[in-house]
């Protein structure tokens, strides 16, 4: 990630689908790609998904590490990483 401040995500709060879009610095419809494909765990609370703050750590583990690899790879998608 850039060199500004990470937001502070709390392991045990739960977060919705737009907070954890803003977290990692992702579209919506790319985390809505990454639970069908169970990159990152969410519960669904009626027609709305939720997330753990652990799992959005993790998440952004994957995020920073797809970042690193496209400053190298430049051409290669994310998801195929």
């Given amino acids: 990630m850039p060199d500004y401040e990470k937001p502070e995500i709390l392991p045990n709060a739960v977060y919705t689908l737009e907070e954890a879009c ?13 639970i069908k494909r169970g990159d990152i765990p969410a519960r669904k609370i009626g027609r ?5 703050g652990s799992d959005l750590l993790s998440a952004m583990e994957r ?6 690899t496209k400053s190298f790879y430049p051409f290669v998608r994310g ?3």
Avoid: M, N
């Fill in 22 to 34: 803003k977290i990692l610095a992702i579209h919506e419809r790319t985390a809505r790609r990454w």
């Fill in 79 to 81: 998801d195929v990483l």
């Fill in 63 to 68: 995020v920073e590490a797809i970042s690193i």
């Fill in 48 to 52: 709305a998904y939720r997330f753990l």
